[in-house]
């Protein structure tokens, strides 16, 4: 009589689930959107005016201030691309072990590309 090793029936067959075999990994291309925030962002501006009682006030058309952000901040562009620079700085020191070199370059790849697609600063308060 056929006992087939204790196993369950069908255990023997190639397509049983523990026979199959996975597929290989392959690359996709893909955009990705990241959305970020960050409160309390100092931005000077004089694009203002003082009220009947002399109290200061955000003028109604505060459109400039993407430009002054832009002026007196790092935006994250700005920031990969300084990134960038020190990447290259360490790798090309010398003395770094294989899987730092690996990661670094890893870094390195993710840090190109990015762009800045849209802005929005809003709740913008006199301190």
């Not at 700005?78 to 290259?88: A, H, S, V």
Request: proline letters at 6%.
């Amino acid at each position: 009589m056929y006992d087939n090793y204790n196993y369950p029936p069908g255990a023997d067959t190639p397509d049983a689930p523990w026979n199959e075999k996975e597929n290989p990994e392959i690359e996709v291309v893909a955009e990705v959107t990241v959305l970020l925030k960050k409160s309390d962002v100092k931005i000077s501006t004089s694009n203002y005016n003082f009220d009947e009682d002399g109290e200061i006030e955000l003028n109604d058309c505060y459109c400039d201030i993407e430009e002054y952000y832009e002026k007196q901040c790092n935006p994250i562009p700005k920031m990969l691309g300084e990134l960038t620079k020190y990447i290259n700085g360490e790798l090309a020191g010398g003395d770094i072990s294989a899987s730092r070199r690996q990661e670094l370059e890893a870094m390195l790849q993710d840090c190109v590309g990015w762009e800045t697609v849209d802005i929005e600063i809003e709740d913008y308060k006199i301190e």
